[in-house]
């Protein structure tokens, strides 16, 4: 979908466990950024695209996003357009 984006709902952490290189289980807890980066790396592996859990609301065009949302916070662009 190049040329478009749209918010996805994130948990602000997450906690994660999987197996190593070797078959070992390990964990760990991810918070803020990286908890964003890591759902959406899962979102990969599950073949789970942003246009399946996107608030469908803010779909848009990233020239519309570069012009009216650039340096508005997400938790703001939401209370706008409800």
């Given at each position: ?5 749209a918010l996805v709902p994130?948990?602000v952490?997450a906690?994660?466990?999987y ?9 760990f807890?991810a ?20 246009l ?6 803010t779909?848009?065009?990233?020239e ?5 949302w650039?340096?508005v916070a997400?938790?703001?662009v939401l209370?706008?357009?409800r």
């Amino acid at each position: 979908m190049d040329g478009f984006c749209a918010l996805v709902p994130h948990a602000v952490k997450a906690w994660v466990r999987y197996l190593d290189a070797s078959g070992v289980e390990r964990s760990f807890e991810a918070g803020g950024w990286h908890a964003r980066i890591v759902q959406h790396e899962l979102d990969h592996l599950q073949e789970t695209l942003y246009l399946d859990r996107m608030l469908s609301r803010t779909a848009t065009t990233v020239e519309n996003v570069t012009k009216h949302w650039k340096d508005v916070a997400a938790r703001e662009v939401l209370r706008r357009l409800r």
